[in-house]
């Protein structure tokens, strides 16, 4: 476990110099003809938080630097003071905090995954199911109903303004009087960074609205959880944006060359508009570019069913935009006139970053000459703006076809959206929210890139992905799924309307496997001082596709809390701790139990819940790759009796696991069991067990598949001199294999890994296991490449582990 910081002198910092201002957010100073927008948007008065005032040009001393307020960045500065980091100080360029859940719109939570055929919420745990407990609370109190939506695309549902609140609750915690840990300020955005010998050391901000004045923030750590990466960016750190090429990384779904135009193409980037039910009908004005032609194809989806929800998410009977993503379903939960609510989120409102209208184009240039060629990441806040203001209006235009236009199966316009409002939650002039819906960003340089061969398998089902990371510190499965990225415009015309269309292999019809994330992708190649967080993170384009969703973000952030965390209390470099398999194994353990909320699941088990008692021993086991998960089924099943050629199996790893282990015995042509033929893939481990141990007379058979007792196991471990436990022997009522109840796969991992516990575990020597150009494990792919540094057969299963072939 992490150290207590040695950094209390910094806890007064913000109750000192902070007093709490009226703060305006500023996403624009107007471009002729595009109208762009200023924000006033209200904070919450929580102690200690948002708006928080300046000296103008102040330096502020920190341990750890947060850049962006969104739910990675949360989450980062909630686990970095919950682990003890004493001055932690988080800029955010609005007030609001809560990324995807409130400034960027995503109010309907899609984070599903198919199981058994069937699409389902991928399993909550972390920082993540902490929110959606409050998420649930909040609309128990609101509705009656933890989950009022009833929307197509996922269960859970939460309305912007009572997202932020949320956010801004989770963290006042650490921000108000007595605590001040967290420093909260807005609205700033990194114009300069501070780079010494190698190493960030510092970022510059100046305001993000119309008011002078700047701020420094020194820093021994600083992450980057901003929507575009401007901090890597302005560091100089290696970063990547838009389409990789298939011969960067190998990905076979990669473009083998670039296209005209190719460099800017990304995940769209969406406006989200949050409709609400009035008592009359509310058409928005016509916006001044609107041409129903941009939405011709949109005339084939259902824009409204009656549907109620039965059935579960993804159900073809609730398929609308209607439902798509509906917040509140008023009618089917009888809740009072005026509740129902939707946000639309679909694609006829994405917004491609390439091939943009001519009239974008000529404001980004007068801007500055060449500003239209550039990827989004590389431009300045000031030509985004351009970029925004476009997508706004492109929504707006789709709220207004949907009022005046749409029509049912019937001919007849739906009945929801002509008597549904723009909802004035943000405090925004154009009722939309702050900010986009960021789907791809800037990705980092990391130590590792996770990418597409890493998280899928050759077969057409989701299944365990073909690189199982060792230093995972989460797991996940979605889709790779990129929305519409380029545009048809009429008569080929770029001053024309437009639709979007998809472009070569990025579209939405690919999944990815069970997955988990490297720690090593937290950390830059090169670059000291510096971590990822959020979307700028090591990933490819291909996989960032489907590592961007909330639960996801808020895992990110957690694991990126708890690097700065141990790197600050250890007083090293973060890829000191990424090359080190002792520090490793301390993050996940950490990661695992949870600090302060519910432990973040590592192996991407269905079934396997944080509150359950064999939550830590399943997943670090697993990890290690002492338990071995089916290959053809994503659950634990906890209940499920273990065969006796499991536990042999798992407890000759488990021997190999530990620091004064034997070498794996000769296995002969002849097998020991008649029952255990030569070819048998478990005879290695069985044999071993027996070859180790005190087991007194061996039996002629073996019985492989017969069920392991308590007594099994008891007389197992004494045989091999491992520690034993009296619940054994006093449940099983003796050591013999037939004593005592069946053992179960959850008590089996928790015995086993408590034995870890006490007799330790052999971990590699720290060194340079990551240096470019090495092969630490002598499979011939270099270390930067190489997702398994210690399988040199790529199995999953680390050498160490492993039997060796007869």
């Given at each position: ?323 798509h993503r509906r917040m509140v379903d008023r009618r089917h939960f009888d809740l009072a006139p005026g509740t129902e609510a939707v946000i639309l989120n ?127 510190v989460f797991g996940y499965q979605f889709n790779i799924d990129f929305h519409p990225t380029r545009r048809t415009f009429v008569d080929d015309d770029p ?310 072939s007869r």
């Amino acid at each position: 476990m992490v150290r207590p910081f040695r950094h209390g002198i910094a806890r007064g910092l913000c109750r000192a110099v902070c007093c709490a201002v009226s703060v305006g957010v500023s996403l624009g100073a107007g471009v002729p003809g595009f109208g762009v927008p200023s924000f006033g948007v209200p904070g919450f008065g929580v102690p200690g938080f948002g708006g928080l005032a300046v000296v103008r040009g102040e330096t502020i001393e920190a341990d750890l630097l947060v850049v962006g307020g969104d739910e990675s960045g949360c989450a980062a500065a909630v686990q970095a003071a919950r682990l003890g980091v004493g001055r932690i100080v988080l800029v955010n360029d609005v007030d609001w905090l809560g990324g995807q859940f409130c400034t960027q719109g995503i109010g309907p939570i899609d984070e599903w995954t198919i199981v058994e055929g069937k699409r389902t919420d991928f399993p909550a745990s972390g920082s993540f199911q902490e929110i959606l407990d409050r998420i649930h609370d909040h609309n128990r109190r609101t509705y009656g109903i933890a989950r009022p939506g009833n929307g197509w695309c996922g269960a859970n549902t939460i309305e912007p303004r009572p997202a932020a609140r949320i956010f801004a609750e989770w963290l006042a915690a650490f921000t108000g009087e007595g605590t001040g840990q967290i420093r909260v300020l807005s609205p700033w955005q990194p114009v300069r960074v501070a780079v010494v010998d190698g190493r960030v050391t510092g970022v510059e901000f100046a305001r993000a609205d119309a008011v002078a004045g700047t701020l420094r923030v020194n820093a021994t750590l600083t992450m980057d959880s901003s929507d575009w990466g401007d901090v890597i960016r302005l560091s100089g750190a290696g970063f990547m944006a838009g389409p990789d090429l298939r011969s960067r990384f190998g990905e076979p779904s990669a473009p083998v060359s670039l296209e005209p135009g190719g460099h800017q193409e990304m995940n769209p980037i969406s406006f989200c508009p949050l409709l609400r039910e009035t008592a009359e009908e509310s058409p928005i004005p016509q916006p001044p570019r609107y041409d129903s032609r941009s939405f011709a194809d949109v005339r084939k989806a259902l824009p409204w069913v009656d549907w109620d929800g039965s059935g579960g998410i993804y159900n073809k009977a609730g398929w609308s935009i209607y439902t798509h993503r509906r917040m509140v379903d008023r009618r089917h939960f009888d809740l009072a006139p005026g509740t129902e609510a939707v946000i639309l989120n679909w694609p006829a409102q994405d917004y491609p970053l390439c091939t943009l209208p001519r009239h974008v184009v000529d404001a980004l240039e007068a801007d500055e000459a060449g500003a239209s060629t550039r990827n989004i990441v590389a431009m300045t806040a000031a030509q985004r703006r351009i970029v925004f203001a476009d997508a706004r209006q492109r929504a707006l235009e789709f709220v207004h076809w949907l009022q005046t236009e749409a029509r049912g199966p019937a001919g007849d316009p739906p009945p929801p959206f002509r008597s549904m409002r723009l909802a004035d939650d943000y405090g925004t002039p154009d009722r939309l929210p702050p900010k986009p819906y960021v789907r791809e960003g800037l990705r980092l340089d990391a130590v590792y890139v996770l990418r597409e061969q890493d998280v899928r398998t050759a077969e057409d089902r989701p299944r365990w992905a073909a690189a199982m990371v060792p230093d995972g510190v989460f797991g996940y499965q979605f889709n790779i799924d990129f929305h519409p990225t380029r545009r048809t415009f009429v008569d080929d015309d770029p001053a024309q309307p437009w639709q979007p269309r998809f472009h070569g292999t990025r579209d939405w019809n690919s999944h990815t496997d069970r997955a988990m994330f490297p720690l090593r992708g937290l950390v830059p190649a090169t670059m000291d001082g510096l971590l990822g967080c959020s979307k700028n993170i090591g990933v490819t384009s291909l996989v960032q596709s489907s590592l961007r969703l909330h639960g996801q973000m808020m895992h990110v952030g957690t694991a990126a809390g708890t690097l700065a965390a141990f790197a600050l209390s250890e007083g090293v470099a973060p890829r000191t701790v990424a090359g080190s398999p002792r520090r490793i194994r301390a993050v996940q353990t950490t990661l695992v139990r949870g600090a302060g909320g519910p432990g973040t699941l590592l192996w991407p088990w269905h079934d396997v819940r944080p509150d359950e008692s064999h939550f830590e021993a399943a997943n670090l086991l697993t990890v290690r790759g002492i338990w071995q998960a089916d290959a053809d089924s994503l659950f634990f099943r906890p209940r499920q009796v273990v065969t006796r050629r499991e536990l042999a199996a798992a407890l000759a790893r488990l021997v190999r696991a530990l620091p004064d282990a034997p070498e794996w015995p000769d296995v002969g042509a002849a097998p020991l069991f008649a029952d255990v033929p030569a070819a048998d893939a478990a005879r290695p481990a069985i044999e071993a067990v027996y070859r180790w141990g005190d087991h007194g007379e061996r039996p002629a058979a073996f019985a492989p598949d017969a069920a392991a007792t308590w007594g099994t196991l008891d007389r197992w471990l004494a045989a091999v001199h491992l520690p034993t436990f009296p619940s054994l022997a006093a449940g099983g009522g003796g050591r013999d294999d037939k004593s005592g109840p069946p053992l179960t796969r959850a008590e089996c991992v928790d015995y086993l890994h408590r034995v870890l516990v006490r007799r330790g575990e052999f971990l590699p020597a720290d060194g340079d296991w990551l240096s470019r150009g090495g092969d630490a494990d002598g499979d011939g792919r270099p270390n930067e490449d190489d997702p398994l540094p210690f399988d040199r057969d790529n199995d999953n299963v680390p050498d160490r582990l492993e039997a060796p072939s007869r």
